[in-house]
């Protein structure tokens, strides 16, 4: 089993939509959830940290974390054809036998349709 | 300021010949990670380096690959007798003491080895 199960996509929504982009993990270590927006040919971007449990919003992104569940999430509201990229979440527990790794989703593809 | 940047940006190799990738950090951020990533996958990491301590090796794929980083800056990883299965995008990612969850990536170096 991957630490990190994520939904390659590709998802594909109308612009202006609310779009919902998920990863589970199976490690009750992680602690830190990172969300990276990456367009093509360049290298990730970080959008979102969330530290533990609970709720983070930043403009159009909101991400969550359900530490129960082993459950994340990014909603970005109001989509817009910019924000067509692949999304990665990646995770961490530093300073645990984890060790010094993030580990990384495989990432979703998304495509915002003007 | 400069992010990170990474040389080149794409390398073309015949299999068994020796590669080396370039990595400049952002000034100040004292831990350097390597990945890769190949299509469909997520990124692998390979190697993290922080400050002068020894840096964590776990995740080089075998002993053909190595890294070093002089002076607490500039890193470089080896691929020594490149294989068609290290075809892959290999990105560096920086970070701070401080703030060290988050990572602020290259755009990558593209390595394809016919």
């Known amino acids: 089993q991957k630490e990190v199960e994520q939904d390659p996509g590709p998802l594909s929504v109308p612009e202006g939509a609310i779009v919902s982009l998920n990863c589970t993990y199976s490690?009750?270590?992680?602690?830190?959830f990172m969300w990276y927006r990456q367009y093509s040919r360049k290298g990730p971007e970080l959008l979102m940290y969330?530290?533990?449990?609970g709720n983070k919003e930043d403009g159009r992104f909101t991400a969550q974390v359900d530490k129960s569940s082993k459950y994340i999430s990014l909603f970005i509201r109001d989509s817009q054809p910019s924000d067509s990229a692949t999304y990665l979440c990646a995770m961490s527990a530093l300073g645990t036998d984890t060790g010094n790794q993030f580990y990384f989703g495989t990432g979703t593809s998304l495509t915002v349709i003007p | 300021g400069a992010g990170v940047s990474q040389s080149p940006s794409n390398k073309v190799t015949e299999k068994g010949k020796d590669v080396e990738l370039r990595c400049d950090p952002i000034s100040g951020h004292t831990a350097l990670y390597w990945y890769r990533q190949s299509l469909g996958q997520g990124l692998e990491f390979l190697i993290y380096?922080?400050?002068?301590?020894?840096?964590?090796k776990s995740g080089l794929p075998s002993d053909r690959f190595s890294a070093e980083r002089t002076g607490g800056s500039v890193s470089t990883l080896t691929i020594q007798r490149t294989q068609q299965e290290d075809s892959a995008v290999y990105l560096c990612a920086s970070s701070s003491r401080v703030f060290y969850n988050e990572q602020f990536f290259g755009p990558g170096t593209r390595l394809t080895v016919l």
């Open positions: 969330t530290y533990s449990s």
């Open positions: 490690n009750s270590a992680f602690q830190y």
């Open positions: 380096f922080q400050g002068n301590s020894a840096p964590d």
